[in-house]
Nanobody, 128 residues
Framework: QVQLQESGPGLAKPSQTLSLTCLVSGASITTNYYYWSWIRQSPGKGLEWVGAISYLGVSFGSPALKSRTSISRDTSKNQFTLELTSVTPEDTAVYYC????????????????????WGKGTLVTVSS
């Protein structure tokens, strides 16, 4: 059974860098042909794809956030990490990690229809 678990600080201050980690169990993040994604949902809004890293280790971010996002992985720990720089209160959201089939992903994003396993999500509040 594949499971994903997000971890990170629940609170960040404006202008700080937010770092969230997704620990994966039951599957390897190097397994063909999956992309490991970050998605968020701000209060009162829909789901927003943030970025992903492929089974080959290639990462890409949302065009709207690209300059602020960095996604990396640690294959020895079977986990991947999102870093979001210069956060503002608008980055307040529940952040989810999810596994997506490569066929549902392009450099512009991953379609939620192709995400078959999700973490429970972690709330991040950006406030001074």
């Amino acid at each position: 059974q594949v499971q994903l678990q997000e971890s990170g600080p629940g609170l960040a201050k404006p202008s700080q860098t937010l770092s969230l980690t997704c620990l994966v169990s039951g599957a390897s993040i190097t397994t063909n042909y999956y992309y490991w994604s970050w998605i968020r949902q701000s209060p009162g809004k829909g789901l927003e794809w943030v970025g992903a890293i492929s089974y080959l280790g290639v990462s890409f971010g949302s065009p709207a956030l690209k300059s602020r996002t960095s996604i990396s992985r640690d294959t020895s720990k079977n986990q991947f990490t999102l870093e979001l720089t210069s956060v503002t209160p608008e980055d307040t959201a529940v952040y989810y990690c999810a596994r997506a089939l490569a066929s549902y992903c392009t450099t512009l994003g991953c379609n939620e229809d192709g995400m078959d396993v999700w973490g429970k999500g972690t709330l991040v509040t950006v406030s001074s």
